[in-house]
């Protein structure tokens, strides 16, 4: 039987065809999506959207028909994940990040190990940091159960990206269900990071970041700046600048909130970004911040047993994945609202194993 997905429907971006694509090759289903990216300017797929879909396709045997830029439609057929070694490039500063977030579930359940070599953008608007991806959602990960091991090993901003993320994987023996609704922070990290800017712009941003926090009651906060430069090996072709606060928990667990720095756009105003949604979601008390809900659900899908998380907030990324992911795995979903506390995610996964 053939799954059909309409790209239009929730968010109608390319996080429907991630989820989709990821779930199909997993469950071994040919997979038809049309009207893909609808509501995004231009509609259809961009190269960041084919080479994910190729790279999950390499990784499962599987073919592709409609896999050109613009096309509003494809046929996935897959087979089985492999184990092996991989290299995908974006072929422009597309996210890497966005690529690794389609590959790993499938990667992870593949008959053997893998190691995965991704070029493209690490640190792109509207798409998760590679960063983010390192400190928040692998420790969730291996919580759950799976073996993962992330490394950057070159920076890649707008407009060459070029950036290198490498990614190795064990196969999941079984992938235990994830319970966080409520934990205390135990410390606060502000970490800036820049390529080819002067290093006062990271010290500006870091302690801008800090007073912000501090004003709000957070003390002992930790620090970390990484000018890099030409010198550099893991220096980005292109200059460019972030910053992600970090909450670590006392589940072991991480809260999220980062910001890139843009033309014309001072250090400070990008801190301030970044510590105003730390703060805005620390304040609701939810131990998983809002992008982090969004991430995990496909593994809440495939996960043995009942997972229950409480988020920051309810995005229409997390609200699209919790219906395009329910309906094509069957999972049970529940969804919570609970005004300043955020929201409830339940969900009865399908205990997928190993092919």
């Excluded at 799954?3 to 991630?18: C, F, M, N």
């Excluded at 060459?160 to 023996?173: L, M, S």
């Excluded at 703060?279 to 496909?298: E, Y």
Aim: glycine residues 12%; neutral net charge; contains cysteine.
């Amino acid at each position: 039987m053939v799954k059909v997905v309409d790209g239009a429907r929730g968010e109608g971006g390319g996080q429907i065809l991630r989820y989709a694509v990821s779930t199909c090759a997993l469950l071994g289903e040919e997979l038809r999506v049309f009207n893909i990216r609808a509501k995004r300017s231009p509609p259809g797929l961009r190269p960041q959207h084919i080479t994910a879909i190729k790279s999950v396709a390499e990784v499962c045997g599987g073919t592709v028909e409609g896999l050109k830029i613009g096309s509003s439609s494809i046929i996935f057929r897959p087979t089985r994940p492999r184990g092996g070694k991989y290299f995908f490039d974006t072929g422009t500063a597309g996210s890497a990040p966005l690529v690794l977030q389609s590959l790993l579930p499938v990667i992870c359940f593949a008959d053997g190990p893998c190691e995965v070599e991704i070029r493209g953008g690490t640190n792109n608007p509207m798409a998760p940091p590679v960063d983010y991806i390192q400190e928040v959602l692998a420790p969730a990960l291996r919580m759950m159960g799976v073996e993962v091991r992330l490394e950057l090993v070159r920076r890649g901003f707008y407009p060459r990206g070029q950036g290198v993320v490498r990614v190795e994987t064990r196969p999941v023996k079984r992938l235990k269900p994830i319970e966080a609704l409520d934990a205390k922070v135990e410390a606060i990290e502000v970490y800036a990071y820049s390529c080819n800017l002067p290093d006062h712009i990271v010290r500006r941003m870091a302690a801008a970041a800090e007073s912000h926090l501090g004003r709000a009651g957070y003390r002992d906060i930790t620090v970390r700046t990484e000018p890099l430069d030409r010198e550099d090996p893991r220096n980005s072709l292109d200059p460019g600048t972030g910053i992600l606060i970090l909450a670590r928990l006392s589940s072991g667990l991480s809260m999220g909130f980062d910001s890139l720095g843009e033309r014309g756009v001072p250090a400070e105003e990008v801190a301030r970004r970044a510590a105003e949604e730390a703060l805005s979601q620390l304040s609701t008390g939810a131990p998983i911040d809002k992008h982090l809900a969004d991430q995990l659900i496909i593994w809440m899908a495939l996960a043995d047993g009942e997972s229950r998380i409480r988020t920051s907030a309810i995005t229409s990324h997390t609200a699209t994945g919790v219906d395009v992911v329910g309906s094509l795995t069957g999972a049970e979903f529940g969804v919570k609202e609970e005004g300043p506390k955020g929201a409830l995610i339940s969900c009865r996964g399908i205990g997928l194993r190993p092919s």
